[in-house]
């Protein structure tokens, strides 16, 4: 697995962080220390969900030495009889879209960066699941297909948001709300690349 720099800096950061000061974010209630849910060998470390600490499924960063329900290895999620329909459709993507580089681009990853940046300075612009995407794509941590749907839908509805005159630079009230809330998602370099990786999955869609 390919690590920049930032990346380990963040995976070092996060299993040195005590777990009373945890963030839990978008993870399930039942995640904690393997150790206190009592499974032996299952942690997120040797899950399949697990990249760079961070949680492909709940889409957060992650404790190496947690846990949740969800824990899944690679074998036994190729050989489970009783995989539900969502767990059948993440394996087959998983598959089907191998040769995809999923990981953001250094400008991608600036633009969310400068959308953090301006929401902590104005105090405005963006939803939660907008600064949990600005956090992704600022780390550079690959994201899934269905986070790639989601940012091209999410560009094509809010181009119009660009238009206020709030939105350009040197107009009053500038950053306005949607123009920062554009950066969290990557801005203009994040909708050029979300557009191309989904062109890219198209075409795997029509090799099938
Ligand atoms: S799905 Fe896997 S990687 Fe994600 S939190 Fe659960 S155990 Fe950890």
Redesign the pocket.
Known sequence: MERNKREIRQAEMVTKTPIAFWNYGN??EA?MPASEAGVVG???SN????DASY????E?M?HLK???????SIDIFENNDELTESDKSFLTELKKYEDINFRPPQSVADAARRGLELRAEYNRGGTAVGVARARTLSNRTKVSPSTINRMVSYFARHEVDLDAPAAKRGNDGFPSAGYIAWQLWGGFPGRSWANKIRRQMVREDERD
Request: proline share 4%; glycine share 0%; net charge positive.
């Open positions: 993870l399930p995640y299952q942690q997120c899950c399949m969900y697990h949680c492909t499924k709940w957060e992650i947690f846990w949740c329900k969800a824990w899944m």
